[in-house]
């Protein structure tokens, strides 16, 4: 399981992440991804994944969670990433999409920066 944590936000229920941080804006080489299955699939995931959370935030189908301190994400024991100001999609184990944001940031552009990476990602092997 992916662990996500924050000074108001704790996540112990987490299948899949993706974590597009502020500078991703500019370069979206900083996107990272994250996922237990760890297959040649997972490309897919998280294209299905930034693809349903664009739709559905811009649908007001998703809760999003303010941050307001910085989020630690332990993807391993070994691999942990510290983020100051991101935005966080996750999947539970139920299968349910979040969005955890880091106050002041444009929420829809960090979506759809999110998503064209993952497209892209997908349609190099094609």
Same mark, same amino acid.
């Given at each position: 399981m992916i662990k996500i944590r924050s000074e108001s936000v704790v996540r112990d229920d987490c299948v899949? $992440? @993706?974590v $597009?941080? #502020? /500078? &991703?804006l !500019? #370069? &979206?080489g900083y996107i990272q991804t994250a996922? %237990?299955?760890r297959d040649a699939s997972? /490309?897919? #995931?998280?294209? &299905?994944? &930034?693809? !349903?959370a664009y739709f559905q935030y811009q649908d007001d189908e998703i809760p999003v969670t303010p941050l307001n301190a910085a989020v630690e994400i332990a993807v391993s024991e070994n691999d942990q990433w510290l983020y100051e100001a991101a935005l966080v999609v996750y999947?539970?184990?139920? %299968?349910?999409?979040? @969005?955890? $944001?880091h106050e002041g940031l444009p929420v829809k552009k960090l979506l759809e920066t999110a998503h064209r990476f993952c497209t892209r990602w997908v349609r190099l092997d094609i």
């Open positions: 899949s $992440v @993706i $597009v941080p #502020e /500078k &991703a !500019v #370069e &979206a996922t %237990g299955s997972s /490309k897919h #995931e998280f294209q &299905a994944m &930034a693809q !349903v999947r539970d184990t139920q %299968g349910a999409f979040q @969005i955890l $944001v």
